[in-house]
């Protein structure tokens, strides 16, 4: 369904991925783990379509298109979502608007009538309560005054009311406490079923007690240098990372 | 070679001066009136047009206005082919009273029929003069009078009709009253001097709207209008004017407010049309705790310029003032924000606001912004920010990410920007229509 070949990508000429691999087949689980400045941030800001980066080699597609040619929008309307490590304020730009825009124009994309507005209401409204979202915040501005929780766990809602096939979650746990990380995780599992796959990008294994993962990855200097089972991130929890990059130093 | 000569002697003398002379009593109205246009004339032959040089005039040369022929119009245009004015409004689908004036001159043709109600009074200045000289010879003229600019005196000099609110004591006037000034641009140099008095007494309330716009005719013309308020104790008024003139003519607008004790003055502007456009906006807060706001939006593009110049005078101790002007620029146009403020020494416990905010869609639009402070009292609390900036790229991408096209996600923030001061227009009618304005614009 997704499936990354050989992607060499970078800023101003600065390489960042240097020949990503990665195949995710619907239904599947996939977490990316590394430290600090492996490429893992840039990898989900690729995959959504983020300006910026110069993709100098590879491939990347999507239920066989070829999505380096597309814009975050048509990506997003071909079923892409990424959760953002550090979602947007945008002042002035009502979250339900901002929603059923969205909504509409994925659906318009897909051929699909607009839903009209007591429908979706009622739809939102269940997602939100979901993700346990404070009453006010769907007449809100957009993030706008969120604490850092509330804006996370905006992302997922978004993610569930979207309804995306592959979702990217791009450090969804990162400041959140136990409970919040328990609500976001099972939003996260709500939406998940055997058409729909999700690529969690983490630093921390406590995440994938909740979100459990089929194939863990770590990314290292811009390649995958492991690859396993979710028994990997609990041995990258007790061991850390030195030893996979030792290892994948040493000639073969 | 004559003309050429001729065309030397002309700028000697301002034609302006040299056509005053020429006026005769079905110009210059009441008798009462002479002296009043006399010194104005001389005010104006003392000032001269601004130029770059003078500081209130810094960022805006209005040399091509001076140089511009001057026909003034006294003369209402053509009604054959004008039954489209009132489709033109952009507030059409809005339930308003209108007054409607061609090319400066108010047609009763065109015009809705005022509501007959007790303690309302709403005419052309015409027969207003005949029918209420001494209201008119108290007001008319006095707020604007001590302003020492050219157009003001032009104004004062050349004007010849206009509209007159007075509201009575305690009335809440329900319906929203709407002057629509449309300018036929069928000849090069139309002036049209728009004179508007708004008195409100205690207590009383009224929405109002100015709307100056075109008709298509495509010469270059210039609309110099005025409009005094009274605000009396306790009285409420929301003003919202709509400038949306021809993009090739000019636009010179002067805003005088007298407020009084706990009354509440709220004027918006909203800049859309004309090639240069200055608005200069003064509001004497004379009497205390009373709340003056003044909010503008300008969306220019092409070469526009769009200026507003306030002085918001805090007279009077625990007034509040807040100024929120934000400007959208694209191409090479140029928006001016220039705000004074000035808080004299027995205005204690003043709370003053200035707010301008700028959103430049291209690389060659330009913003001037000065925000001016002139405090005299020890104990108040005024504040200024301005900012100048593109399109937010994290915002657009956050949009797209979602599945918003890129031209929406533009848009609506473009629209959010402006919605900022739409926001606070309070009649819900004109806000919700000028919500729509606003948005229709953008997408071009």
Known sequence: MFKIQNLHAGVEGKDILKGVNLEINPGEVHAIMGPNGSGKSTLGHIIAGKDGYEVTEGTMDFK???????????????????????????????T??????????????????????????????????????????????????????????????????LEPTFAVLDETDSGLDIDALKVVSNGVNQVKSPERSQLVITHYQRLLDYIVPDFVHVLYDGRIIRSGGKELALELEERGYDWVIESAAQPV | MTSEVMGEAKFEVDPRQEIFDQLDGRHL??????????????????????????????????????????????????????????????????????????????????????????GVYVADLRSAFDSDPLYLQEHITRYSQSDQNAFTA????????????????NVAVGQIIHLIFASTGKETGATTHPRNLVTVESGASVTMVEEYLSLGGGAVTLTNAISEFVVGENAYVEHVKIQDEADNSYHVAGIYAQLERSSRFRSHSL?????????????????????????????????????????????KPHCDSHEYFNGILDGQSRGVFHGRILVRQQAQKTDAKQTNKNLLLSDDATANTKPQLEIYADDVKCTHGATIGQMDEAAIFYLRARGIPHVVARRMLMHAFAGEIIDRIESEPLREQLDQVVWDRLEK
């Open chain 1, 64 to 94: 066989d298109k070829d999505l380096l040619d597309l814009g975050p929008d048509e990506r997003a309307h071909l079923g892409i979502f990424l959760a953002f490590q550090y979602p947007v304020e945008i002042p002035g730009v009502n």
């Open chain 1, 96 to 161: 339900t608007y901002f929603l059923k825009s969205a909504v509409n124009e994925v659906r318009k994309a897909r051929g699909l009538a607009e839903l009209d507005a007591v429908e979706f209401l009622k739809f939102i409204k269940e997602k939100a309560a979901l993700l346990e979202l404070p009453g006010d915040f769907l007449k809100r501005a957009l993030n706008v005054g969120f604490s850092g929780g509330e804006k996370k766990r905006n992302e997922i809602f978004q993610m569930a009311v």
């Open chain 2, 29 to 118: 109205g009441p008798k009462w009136m002479v002296p009043i246009r006399k010194s104005a004339v001389a005010r104006f032959a003392d000032a001269g047009f601004p130029t770059t040089k003078d500081e209130d005039w810094r960022f805006t040369n209005v040399s091509a206005i001076k140089e511009l022929d001057f026909k003034p119009l006294y003369e209402g245009g053509d009604l054959g082919e004008l039954s489209s004015v009132r489709d033109r409004s952009l507030l059409r689908s809005v339930d308003t009273c209108r007054l409607v004036f061609v090319d400066g001159v108010f047609s009763k043709e065109l015009s809705d029929e005022p509501a007959s109600i007790e």
């Open chain 2, 154 to 169: 032009l104004n004062t000099a050349y004007f010849s009709d206009g509209a007159v609110i007075k509201i009575s004591r």
């Open chain 2, 271 to 315: 800049a859309l049309g004309a090639k240069l456009s200055r608005n200069n906006i003064r509001t004497k807060l004379d009497g205390e705790g009373l709340e003056c706001v003044l909010n503008g939006l300008y969306i220019t593009k092409g070469d526009q310029v769009a200026d507003h110049h306030m002085i918001v005078d805090h007279a």
